[in-house]
Structure formats: C-alpha cells, structure tokens
C-alpha cells in the first residue's frame, strides 16, 4: 500500500524560501530599504534551479501565485498514477529523475 506524502512536507525548504522571497518583496514595496538578512551559505544549486524556475516572470521574487503554480506542476508531474496524491515512491522516483535531469545524481 502506498502512503501519500503531505505536499507541504514534501517541498517544505521551497516553501520556506519562498516566504522569505515574499517577505522582501513586501518590505521593498513598502519602501523599506533594509537588506534582507544573508544566509550562512548558499543552497544547493539545485534549490536555486528550482527557486528560478518557480520565478515565473523572472522578477527575482516568487509570488504566491507563482508559488502555487509551481507546486501544481510538480504534483502534476510527480503523480505517475495520476490519482492526485504523491506516495512515497513516487516522490523519490521524481526527485531521483530531476537530479538526473541536473547531473546531481548518476542513474
């Protein structure tokens, strides 16, 4: 039997970064200037690929609307068996394919 993974679980560091993307885009429309605060490292490159390509108009902010789009698209693309749930497996199936894709992983 399959076990469905909670989507929020799933991409929970997505939706992190996108709060703190939200979070300064809100702080700059309301005119203030202070930076945002500096992570101790850098993500993975892959995080970054992801967090582009959630950008959807490129403006260098994820909006909740592009936030929402994105995690559609993943559990569209995630959901082998098309029954709107992603199990376990295949979650690991789609992560292990897109870190292919990007050459993290060898198959």
Known sequence: MKRSIPLTRAIKGLVVIATVFA????????G????????T????????????????????F??????????DRVVKEADANK???????EWRNHHRAKMQQRDCVKP
């Open 83 to 89: 029954d709107g749930k992603i199990s376990a497996e």
């Open 32 to 39: 203030d200037r202070t930076p945002p605060l500096a992570p």
């Open 41 to 60: 490292h850098a993500p993975p490159p892959h995080v970054e690929e992801a967090l582009r390509d959630a950008d959807a108009n490129k403006d260098g």
């Open 62 to 71: 994820i909006s909740k609307e592009e936030l929402q789009a994105f995690q």
């Open 23 to 30: 979070t300064t885009q809100a702080m700059a429309q309301e």
